[in-house]
């Protein structure tokens, strides 16, 4: 069946490809979820009139992503965890944590499947995580993990 991605679902395509999908794949997944809609020669009209506006929303949503990626980089974080001899930590911090840390000093919602970390941290020190804010936009939050006192 041949459908017209109206989100960009992961590991299948991104949003306004059209692709040949399974029928039941079309039929139980995406097209109930408002994941994609068949395309049809009226659907292909209509998603190609509609391409300006998304376009314009893409290249808005671009330069919101960029100014958070700029304010984002120019602040340093600062996490207290407790740790023992040498530096390494009872637990680990988490890209959940680094989240609630972000919302707690910056005000900046971020989501946490964002977060490129490879694992967990678990030593103190100074660290640089990347965050994916959207397609082709990428922040690095400088952290500092410092023992508690």
Known sequence: MKVILKKDVEKLGEEGAILEVKNGYARNYLLPNNLAIVASSGNMKTWENEKKTRERRVAKNTEKAKNLADSLS??????????????????????QDIVELVLAQAKIEL?????TLAEPIKKTGSYKVPVKLFKGVTAEISLEVAPEE
């Open 74 to 95: 120019q602040k340093n974080f600062t996490i207290k965890a407790k740790a023992g001899e040498e530096g390494k930590l009872y637990g680990s911090v988490t890209s």
């Open 111 to 115: 989501d946490r499947k964002k977060l």
